[in-house]
């Protein structure tokens, strides 16, 4: 390899590296200058938002949202590190803070709608004669609540309950408005 080839690609390969590099490089600058935000002002800017913890880069959750759920005395101990938080779930809608416990669990994710029933439910009704007639969740499939509960109606599956759902699929019961006092 020549002498100008040789410098070339290692002009290439440190920039490539460099290139590479720089997301993490800044990434701590970034994280240390940015303030926690107002969810209730993020709110009112943003009006409706499905999903907006990672873009609004809220670290901490207010105490006004967390006393929603829990005592001052559970919010003492969740920030000093006595008890572990398992989280609350937040989104916007039309300008208002709603909020969710449980956000490590499906709950707090916008159920499945489909209608249509799995094969997995249909062979459980084929084959589970004499069971109850409600199909379980280890059949019915885990990953996120569904909008319905199924059944057998003999071999068939059928959906026996809707669950409520507002104006963005989530399910209507599990969140509350919550503002600041």
């Known amino acids: 390899m020549t002498r100008s080839k040789t410098a070339a690609t290692m002009c290439m390969v440190v920039a490539f590296v460099a290139a590479l590099a720089l997301p993490w490089a800044t990434a701590p600058v970034a994280a240390q200058t940015s303030q926690p935000i107002d969810p209730a002002a993020f709110c009112r800017t943003v009006g409706t938002d499905d999903a907006p913890a990672p873009a609004a880069g809220l670290r901490d959750l207010p105490d006004w949202m967390m006393a929603a759920y829990f005592t ?78 199924w059944i057998c109606r003999g071999q068939e599956p059928a959906i026996a309950k809707e669950t409520p759902l507002d104006a963005q699929g989530f399910v209507a019961a599990d969140w509350k408005r919550v503002a600041p006092k």
């Open 72 to 149: 001052p005395r559970d919010i003492a101990d969740f920030r000093s590190g006595r008890r572990p938080f398992y989280g609350i779930d937040w989104r916007c809608v039309q300008g208002d803070v709603l909020i969710c416990q449980n956000a490590q669990t499906p709950s707090c994710m916008k159920p499945d709608t489909v209608r249509t029933p799995s094969p997995e439910m249909e062979e459980f009704c084929r084959t589970a004669q004499g069971s109850p007639p409600v199909i379980p969740r280890v059949v019915t499939g885990t990953a996120r609540m569904l909008a319905y509960d």
